[in-house]
């Protein structure tokens, strides 16, 4: 099972979110780490091109589990937005008013 909804994690990073970064410039992005694990892989297979435009981004926060320092790291070099450790807090991105 847990094959199966990382495949799927992956098809959807891949696929949809450069589609709603470019639609909707979003300013603030709630994931777990294996999706920002997934969209770093996506940018260094395409350096210089990436198709997720992340340049609206002013905070990622990352919850669900622990976010490995590295690729917060690695994050914010790569796309230029700080990538915080906010475990427990996905509940409360209703609650977030931009």
């Known amino acids: 099972m847990a094959v199966r909804q990382f495949s799927v994690a992956r098809s959807l990073s891949r ?3 450069p589609k709603f970064s470019a639609n909707y410039k979003p300013t603030i992005f709630f994931g777990v780490p294996v999706v920002y694990r997934i969209l770093l892989d996506e940018a260094k297979k395409h350096p210089g091109g990436s198709t997720l435009d992340c340049s609206s981004l002013r905070l990622c926060i990352s919850a ?4 490995p ?15 915080l450790d ?13």
Not at 86 to 98: C, E, L, M, N, P
Request: hydrophobic share 45%; no cysteine.
């Open 15 to 17: 696929r949809l979110l």
């Open 86 to 98: 906010g475990i427990g807090s996905t509940g409360d991105a209703a609650y977030v008013d931009v």
């Open 64 to 67: 669900g589990e622990a976010l």
């Open 69 to 83: 320092a590295q690729l917060g790291e690695e994050w914010g070099k790569t796309f230029g937005a700080p990538l």
